[in-house]
């Protein structure tokens, strides 16, 4: 039997906007960024905090095991919608 074993959690998503228009239209994008993997840490997104701003723009902020899965996941998510 093999010791190692993998964990995978959620990605924790909080969203400030002033409605549930923003979850919607990034629930898609949010879902294929849960599925990310960090290549040399095995691990996925742990959290994003999303703010909602003016004229469908928002901020984003990531937290993940390295600098190379925060822009895989910003890329996927981008800053526009």
């Known amino acids: 039997m093999n010791d190692s074993s993998v ?3 959620a990605m924790q998503i909080t969203i400030e906007a002033r409605g549930p ?3 919607e239209r ?3 994008r949010l879902d294929r960024t ?3 993997r960090c290549p040399e ?3 996925g997104v742990i959290a994003v905090t999303i703010h909602d701003r003016e ?3 928002f901020d ?3 937290t993940t095991c390295c600098h190379l899965l ?3 996941a910003a890329a996927v998510l981008k800053d526009r919608l």
């Open 26 to 28: 990034l629930r898609d």
């Open 41 to 43: 840490h095995g691990q």
């Open 55 to 57: 004229n469908g723009w």
């Open 34 to 36: 849960g599925g990310l």
């Open 60 to 62: 984003a902020t990531w």
């Open 21 to 23: 228009a923003l979850r």
């Open 70 to 72: 925060e822009q895989q």
């Open 7 to 9: 964990s995978v959690s």
